[in-house]
C-alpha cells in the first residue's frame, strides 16, 4: 500500500499520473503529441518530485517504469493457452485454398461469404501480458509456445504498453485477468541509429530489426531496454477470465478504447476476395510503415467460428500468414571497391550490374569488411543474391555458387589506404582494416561532411559534393577553415550563384551557436555518438570543463563505458585538438548549453542535511565525505533544519535532540541505500 500523504499532494500525484500516462499515449501510441518535450520533461520531473517527497507512488506511475535493478536470470513463466504460429501463404490462391478449407470445416451454410480481419504480420518478438485486477502484472516472451521468459521489467520501459487498463464500459467491468498477446518491435530508422551507436561503442551491429527488438527485450538489466526505442502492437487475447469478445474486431476496438497500441492496419473484410485486396494495399504501404513486415494476417473474425475451427498442434486454422514477396533480386558483383570513413576505416563495397529490386534500383552494397567477405566467400564476378528490407540498405544475402565459371576474384585486405596510399593497418582482435595517416584526405572530408550535417551543426548546402569541391580547391583542410570562408571564395566556384553563396555563409553563421551536445557530436570524437554527446552536455556545464578530463570522471556518467572515457579524454588531452577548439572559438563560435541545467543528474542526497552520531562502521570522516559527494550536507549539530540523525552505535546525546525535535533517526544500512540510489529522469523523446 502506498504510503498516504497529504489530501492535496495526493490529488497532484494522482493528476499528473494521468495526465503524463495520457500525453505518453498521444506520444507513443498516437504519434500525435500535443505538447513539447520540455512540457513533458517538466511534468515528469514534478512528479518525481513529490513522489520522492511522500513516497507515494501509484501503481501506474510512468516512473515506475525505470529503475528496477538487474536479474541474474529471467525466471520461466508457463502460457495459460499455448502462443501458436501461423501457417503460411505464399500466393493468393495458397489463400484462397485457406477460404475454402474453412468453409469445408465449417460445413452448413459454406456458400456465405466468411467475414475476415486483416492487419499487418508484425516483424518481432511475440510477447503476452498478463493483467491483474487492471495492473499490468506480468509479460512473457513466446518462447517455445508453451513456456517462455519473464520479461516483465523490461517491457514495463515500452512507453505505448499501458501500465493499467482503465475501467470501461464491458458488461461487468474490466476483465479480472486478461492476457493480451502482440509484437515488440524496433523501427527501422531506429535500427539504423541503433547500429550506428553499436559501431561508434565497437560493438557488434544487430543484423536486422527483428534481432534488435528480441535482444532487447531478452536484457538482464532494464536500464539497457529502456535505452532502447521500442513498440508494441498488441493483436491477440490469451485466456480471459470469460470470453466477453464477440470477434477480433470487437476485440481491437476495445484494446484501442483501452489505449493499448493496435496494428498500424486493421481491416475487416467481407469474403476472401476482399480480404485479398486489403492484403495488397498493405504490400503497397509496406515501406511507408516506419517497421518491417514481411506478410499480412488474415484471421477469420467471429471468435465463436474460430472456436469451431480449432487449431492444430501449431497453428490456428482460422488464420494465415500471407507472406510477401521478398524484396532480393539476384545481379552480379562487377566489382569490390572500398572507402574510407572519417574514423580511417576501410569498408569494402560491392558494385553490382544495377537491378530493380522491390521497385528501387540498386547498385552497391556495403559488404561490411573483410571477414564477411571470407565468411560469405565473395569473389568479384560472382553471381549473388542480394535484399533489401524494408528500407534498410541492401546486403548480399549469400554467393549462387552453381553460377561461377573459375574466372571470379577474390580481393584481399587492401595493403594501403585507397585514398592515400599509406599503408593500412589492423589491429589485434579486430575486424576493422584502418588508415592511420593524420593528412589522409578521405578522412578530412568525411570528419568535414559529418561535422556539417544535419544531426551534427547543421550546416545546409555544405554535404558531400560542396566538401568535395571546396577540398579540391584548397579552400578547406580542416573545420575551422569553414568559419573562414567568404562569399567571394564560393561565388569564384563553378556551383555557386548569389543566392546561394549567400545561403550557406548565412547556414554557417547560424551554426556558430550550436549547442554542447551538437558540438561533440560534429567534432567526431572516436565512439562518441549523438546519445554519448548528449550525456557529456548534461553533466558538463562548457567545453573548457571537458578540457582535463579523466577516464575516471567519465565513466561515472550513466552508460559511458571505458572505450568512451579513453577516447574523450585522449581528445581532449591532445594539444592540437585544444588548438582547433581554440580557433573555432576565436572564429566566433558560441557554444550554447541549455542541456546542462535540465538534464544534471540530480544527486540523490540534494538539498538534505545529514547529522552523524555514535560509532559508525566506517570513519566519520570518510562518511561526511560520502554524503557531500552525493550532494548532501555533513552538520555537526541537530537542529529543526536536520533531515535525517545518522545513528551508530551507543549514540549520544544528539538523539534525545532529534527525538525531541522531530528528525528522522536512520541507520548506516540506511544511509548507504540512500546514496545508492537516485539517477536522473528519462527525457522524453528517449534517446537511445
Ligand atoms: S496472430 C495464433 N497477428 O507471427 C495466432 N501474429 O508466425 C498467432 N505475428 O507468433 C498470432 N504479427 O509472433 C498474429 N498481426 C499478427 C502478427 C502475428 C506478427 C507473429 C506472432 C506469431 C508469428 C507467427
Excluded at 82 to 96: K, T
Excluded at 448 to 453: E, G, L, V, W
Amino acid at each position: 500500500m502506498p504510503k498516504q500523504p497529504p489530501e492535496d499532494i495526493k490529488k497532484e500525484i494522482e493528476s499528473l499520473v494521468k495526465e503524463i500516462n495520457y500525453h505518453g499515449y498521444l506520444y507513443y501510441v498516437l504519434d500525435a503529441p500535443v505538447i513539447t518535450d520540455e512540457e513533458f520533461d517538466r511534468l515528469y520531473r514534478r512528479l518525481v518530485e513529490l513522489e520522492e517527497a511522500s513516497g507515494y507512488v501509484l501503481p501506474d506511475s510512468p516512473t515506475r517504469r525505470v529503475g528496477a535493478p538487474p536479474l541474474e536470470k529471467f525466471a520461466k513463466v508457463r502460457h495459460s493457452m499455448p502462443m501458436l504460429s501461423l501457417d503460411n501463404a505464399f500466393s493468393h490462391d495458397e489463400v484462397r485454398e485457406f477460404d475454402r478449407r474453412i468453409k469445408r470445416l465449417l460445413g452448413g451454410g459454406a456458400a456465405e461469404d466468411i467475414q475476415y480481419t486483416v492487419e499487418p504480420k508484425y516483424d518481432g518478438l511475440a510477447i503476452e501480458l498478463t493483467y491483474a485486477g487492471g495492473l499490468l502484472d506480468r509479460a512473457s516472451t513466446r518462447g517455445d509456445g508453451y513456456e517462455g521468459e519473464d520479461v516483465t521489467r523490461n517491457i514495463k520501459t515500452i512507453r505505448g504498453a499501458p501500465l493499467k487498463i482503465e475501467p470501461d464500459e464491458l458488461p461487468g467491468g474490466p476483465p479480472e485477468v486478461i492476457d493480451i498477446r502482440g509484437e515488440v518491435y524496433m523501427e527501422v530508422e531506429e535500427f539504423r541509429k541503433l547500429n550506428r551507436r553499436r559501431e561508434e561503442a565497437g560493438l557488434p551491429a544487430f543484423a536486422n530489426p527483428r534481432n534488435a527488438a528480441a535482444g532487447s527485450v531478452r536484457q538482464l538489466d532494464p536500464a539497457v531496454t529502456a535505452g532502447r526505442k521500442l513498440y508494441l502492437a498488441c493483436y491477440g487475447v490469451g485466456v480471459s477470465e470469460e470470453v466477453r469478445f464477440k470477434s477480433q474486431s470487437d476485440f481491437i476496438g476495445w484494446l484501442k478504447r483501452m489505449r493499448f497500441p493496435t496494428p498500424a492496419v486493421f481491416e475487416t473484410a467481407e469474403g476472401i476476395e476482399e480480404a485479398l485486396q486489403v492484403v495488397k494495399r498493405i504490400e503497397q504501404m509496406r515501406d511507408s510503415f516506419g517497421f518491417e513486415t514481411d506478410g499480412a494476417v488474415i484471421k477469420v473474425n467471429d471468435f465463436g467460428l474460430q472456436q469451431k475451427l480449432g487449431s492444430k498442434t501449431r497453428e490456428p486454422r482460422w488464420a494465415i500468414a500471407y507472406k510477401f514477396q521478398a524484396h532480393v533480386a539476384t545481379t552480379r558483383i562487377v566489382d569490390i571497391q572500398a572507402s574510407v570513413g572519417r574514423t580511417g576505416v576501410i569498408t569494402p563495397f560491392a558494385v553490382f550490374e544495377p537491378v530493380k529490386i522491390g521497385g528501387v534500383t540498386v547498385s552497391k552494397s556495403t559488404l561490411h569488411n573483410w571477414d564477411e567477405i571470407k565468411r560469405k566467400d565473395i569473389k568479384i564476378g560472382d553471381t549473388v543474391v542480394v535484399e533489401r528490407a524494408g528500407d534498410v540498405i541492401p546486403h548480399v544475402l549469400m554467393v549462387v555458387k552453381e553460377k561461377r565459371t573459375g574466372r571470379e576474384r577474390p580481393l584481399p585486405p587492401p595493403r594501403h589506404c585507397p585514398a592515400c596510399g599509406s599503408n593500412a593497418v589492423r589491429e589485434e582482435g579486430e575486424v576493422a582494416v584502418k588508415c592511420i595517416a593524420l593528412g589522409c584526405p578521405a578522412q578530412v572530408r568525411e570528419k568535414i561532411i559529418h561535422f556539417a550535417s544535419r544531426n551534427g551543426m547543421d550546416i545546409e548546402g555544405l554535404g558531400e559534393k560542396n566538401v568535395e569541391l571546396l577540398y579540391s580547391r584548397g579552400l578547406i583542410r580542416g573545420f575551422e577553415d569553414i568559419y573562414r570562408l567568404k562569399k567571394e571564395d564560393l561565388l569564384a566556384l563553378p556551383r555557386f550563384a548569389e543566392k546561394s553563396a549567400s545561403n550557406m555563409i548565412a547556414a554557417i553563421e547560424r551554426s556558430k551557436t550550436a549547442t554542447l551536445a551538437r558540438f561533440l557530436y560534429s567534432i567526431g570524437i572516436i565512439h562518441v555518438g549523438e546519445y554519448a554527446a548528449k550525456q557529456l552536455a548534461r553533466n558538463f556545464s562548457r567545453l573548457e570543463d571537458l578540457y582535463d578530463v579523466t577516464p575516471a570522471r567519465i565513466m561515472e556518467i550513466k552508460q559511458m563505458g571505458e572505450k568512451i572515457a579513453n577516447a574523450v579524454s585522449a581528445f581532449f588531452g591532445d594539444g592540437k585538438n585544444k588548438e582547433t577548439l581554440d580557433t573555432l572559438k576565436r572564429l566566433g563560435l558560441k557554444i550554447q548549453n541549455p542541456d546542462f541545467a535540465a538534464g544534471r543528474r540530480k544527486l540523490p542526497l540534494e538539498g538534505m542535511t545529514f547529522v552523524l552520531t555514535g560509532t559508525l562502521p566506517r570513519p566519520r570522516k570518510k562518511v561526511e565525505e560520502l554524503i557531500e559527494a552525493e550532494g548532501g550536507h555533513a552538520s555537526s549539530s541537530v537542529s529543526a533544519s536536520t533531515s535525517y540523525l545518522v545513528a551508530g552505535e551507543n549514540p549520544g546525546s544528539k538523539l534525545a535532540k532529534a527525538k525531541e525535535l522531530g528528525v528522522k533517526t536512520i541507520s548506516y544500512d540506511e544511509l548507504e541505500k540512500m546514496l545508492k540510489k537516485g539517477g536522473p529522469a528519462p527525457s522524453k523523446p528517449n534517446l537511445f
